[in-house]
């Protein structure tokens, strides 16, 4: 059971380069989210998705898109890339009775 | 709007010390809450809940009792272990669990 898988673990970016991270779960969730995590500031919500075919802004969408592709997946788009978004970003996912579940996180720099 | 709040760290202990990490929320209703932990290079992991007042959660001898009445959570152990050594979040969601909301983290250091 690999529960939420995210890749890549690592990417650098040049300032105004695009990319998409992946995200996958295997425990037919609903929900799905995407944090990311910056020193001293905890984790903060981008996007979420309460199911298949929705998607809704978090604390901090500026910069981002998603796609809630079906139900095992959600992926993160950052379509010109800054220095800002230098972060990890971490993907989890929720289903009705269970804790949120977390990938390993990417590990993105911006240059 | 939703917030949790938790001390600063990091938190230096010799093995062995007793544990507190304080974690304190504004929440709107009766929001479940929740403690995760952060080893090095990975995802969070639940580490223990409680749904509602006056619940102790409890795993690993880590314990946490939902207290309405001061909007608190705070972890406690009473002998930490090298192993525990670790980041600690406090988060809350609300009924719907359509969102959860995380404190800033308290990086946990236990020396030998």
């Given at each position: 059971?690999?529960?939420?898988?995210q890749?890549?673990?690592?990417?650098?970016?040049?300032?105004g380069?695009?990319?998409?991270?992946?995200?996958?779960?295997?425990?037919?969730?609903?929900?799905?989210?995407?944090?990311?995590?910056?020193?001293?500031?905890?984790?903060?919500?981008?996007?979420?998705?309460?199911?298949?075919?929705?998607?809704?802004?978090?604390?901090?969408?500026?910069?981002?898109?998603?796609?809630?592709?079906?139900?095992?997946?959600?992926?993160?788009?950052?379509e010109?890339?800054?220095?800002?978004?230098?972060?990890?970003?971490?993907?989890?996912?929720?289903?009705?009775?269970?804790?949120?579940?977390?990938g390993?996180?990417?590990?993105?720099?911006?240059? | 709007?939703d917030?949790?709040?938790?001390?600063?760290?990091?938190?230096?202990?010799?093995?062995?010390?007793?544990l507190?990490?304080?974690?304190?929320?504004?929440?709107t209703?009766?929001?479940?809450?929740?403690?995760y932990?952060?080893?090095?290079?990975?995802?969070?992991?639940?580490l223990?809940?409680?749904?509602?007042?006056?619940?102790?959660?409890?795993?690993?001898?880590?314990?946490?009792?939902?207290?309405?009445?001061?909007?608190?959570?705070?972890?406690?152990?009473?002998?930490?272990?090298?192993?525990?050594?670790?980041?600690?979040?406090?988060?809350?969601?609300?009924?719907?669990?359509?969102?959860?909301?995380?404190?800033?983290?308290?990086?946990?250091?236990?020396?030998?």
């Amino acid at each position: 059971n690999a529960g939420v898988t995210q890749t890549p673990k690592f990417q650098v970016l040049k300032t105004g380069q695009s990319m998409t991270l992946q995200c996958a779960q295997d425990m037919n969730h609903n929900s799905m989210y995407w944090y990311r995590q910056d020193p001293g500031m905890g984790l903060r919500l981008i996007y979420y998705s309460a199911s298949e075919g929705t998607t809704d802004k978090g604390e901090v969408p500026n910069g981002y898109n998603v796609s809630r592709l079906n139900k095992r997946e959600f992926s993160l788009r950052l379509e010109s890339a800054a220095p800002s978004q230098t972060s990890v970003y971490f993907c989890a996912s929720w289903g009705a009775g269970s804790p949120l579940h977390f990938g390993n996180g990417t590990r993105l720099t911006v240059t | 709007g939703d917030s949790v709040t938790q001390m600063e760290g990091p938190v230096t202990l010799s093995e062995e010390a007793f544990l507190t990490i304080n974690c304190t929320y504004t929440a709107t209703g009766y929001p479940s809450l929740f403690w995760y932990v952060q080893y090095p290079g990975e995802g969070l992991q639940l580490l223990l809940k409680a749904t509602k007042a006056d619940d102790k959660g409890s795993n690993k001898g880590f314990e946490a009792t939902y207290r309405k009445e001061t909007t608190s959570f705070h972890l406690e152990k009473g002998s930490v272990q090298v192993s525990d050594s670790a980041v600690y979040f406090c988060a809350l969601s609300q009924y719907n669990f359509n969102k959860f909301y995380f404190g800033s983290g308290t990086k946990l250091n236990v020396k030998p």
